[in-house]
């Protein structure tokens, strides 16, 4: 397929972002692109809003995995692009939209161009939240199909076009959602005394979960506690009632994330008792970190640095979660970032990634999948 083909398969799919087990317009413009393959080189079946897509070895000794995540975010979108999201306040304002272009752009190849071993693609919806790695994982295709390697790659919008990074063993952190609700007693906002002013409480407690990065984690580990939305109050002259807080955590190790929970807890009782309000947690969705496997991303890394001209690095870890963790977490793979020069970072209604290196992307891959396909 080629490039100016794939450029408008990235638009179309930047125009319909759809959010986690959502992605029903998604899911179906990716069929009507499968579904032109034909069935013996091509098996299709769908899982929930996602997609499994198995392109047939002529002799498979094994099957290589690839995945691409499909849903969007709710952010509403600030480029100018005539392309721009169609759906008001909703954008691929993480790359998914290249993600999933940059799989049919591998998937195409190797329908064209068969190659011994099986490759499976799996299209995951959910990756921002509730998470579908795990779910998709455990279904019944994925038993079935269960690949004996996996890879899957995230756009790296601080890096230019033509360059990867990625690196053997721990790539993303652990990740937990955070949500607190603060119940008080709501009242005039002239007669403060009367009421428990869940703003006050809500506003104590943001900078009181502060300190458990600066005071409780061990200064050689990392650890970041992100609330990145407070909802509380009605109206500018009445005391709120209630308030809410909605963040994330992210730890390197299982043990940190225990720890940061045992303090947020303790903090917010002491919430409770000095603010004599009610309160509730709720840790949403939790990601396990992503463990690159050290012998297979090793060879990769050679391999790109060796057989082809891209620029490959060696990066530190992210504090960035993902859900792929769970997958090489039970298959051996790895991940890595794809350099698209972007002038604005990941989850910024802005970003622009440069279209030039979903080509980079295809070509890569094509060929260190091949490679895999004779070893
Ligand atoms: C690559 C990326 O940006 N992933 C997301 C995953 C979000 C997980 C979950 N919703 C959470 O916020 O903890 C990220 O924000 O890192």
Not at 41 to 57: N, S
Request: glycine share 8%.
């Amino acid at each position: 397929m080629g490039t100016e083909h794939l450029i408008q398969i990235r638009r179309d799919l930047h125009r319909i972002p759809e959010i986690g087990f959502q992605e029903f317009k998604t899911q179906q413009y990716l069929l009507n692109l499968l579904n032109q393959f034909p069935e013996h080189r091509l098996d299709v079946k769908t899982w929930k809003t996602g997609i499994f897509a198995l392109v047939k070895g002529t002799n498979p000794q094994k099957t290589i995995g690839y995945r691409a995540d499909i849903d969007g975010l709710p952010i509403t979108e600030e480029t100018d692009y005539d392309f721009s999201s169609e759906h008001p306040g909703f954008m691929h304002a993480c790359g998914h939209d290249f993600h999933m272009t940059i799989a049919i752009g591998i998937l195409t190849h190797f329908v064209k161009n068969p190659i011994s071993d099986n490759v499976l693609f799996l299209f995951q919806p959910a990756e921002e939240g509730p998470g579908g790695a795990e779910p998709m994982l455990n279904s019944d295709i994925a038993k079935e199909w269960k690949p004996d390697i996996i890879t899957a790659l995230h756009i790296a919008p601080e890096l230019p076009v033509g360059t990867i990074a990625t690196k053997p063993g721990l790539l993303f952190a652990n990740t937990s959602e955070l949500f607190i609700d603060l119940k008080g007693k709501g009242g005039h906002a002239a007669y403060p005394h009367t009421t428990n002013d869940m703003v006050v409480a809500a506003c104590s407690l943001v900078t009181q979960l502060q300190t458990i990065i600066a005071r409780n984690i061990d200064p050689l580990d990392s650890a970041v506690i992100t609330i990145g939305k407070i909802t509380g109050g009605t109206v500018q002259n009445i005391i709120a009632e209630n308030a809410r807080l909605e963040g994330t955590i992210r730890t390197l190790s299982v043990e940190s994330m225990d720890k940061v929970k045992e303090r947020i807890e303790a903090i917010v009782k002491g919430i409770e008792i000095g603010y004599s309000c009610k309160t509730m947690i709720d840790y949403g969705s939790m990601y396990h970190q992503v463990d690159n496997d050290e012998m297979l991303t090793r060879e990769f890394m050679e391999y790109i640095s060796d057989q082809t001209s891209y620029d490959v690095r060696e990066c530190t870890e992210a504090m960035t979660g993902e859900d792929f963790g769970y997958m090489v977490d039970q298959i051996s793979g790895f991940m890595f970032w794809l350099g698209v020069g972007s002038p604005y970072g990941l989850h910024h209604a802005k970003l622009q990634p440069n279209e030039s290196a979903i080509g980079v992307a295809v070509d890569i891959m094509c060929k260190y999948i091949s490679y895999k396909a004779n070893q």
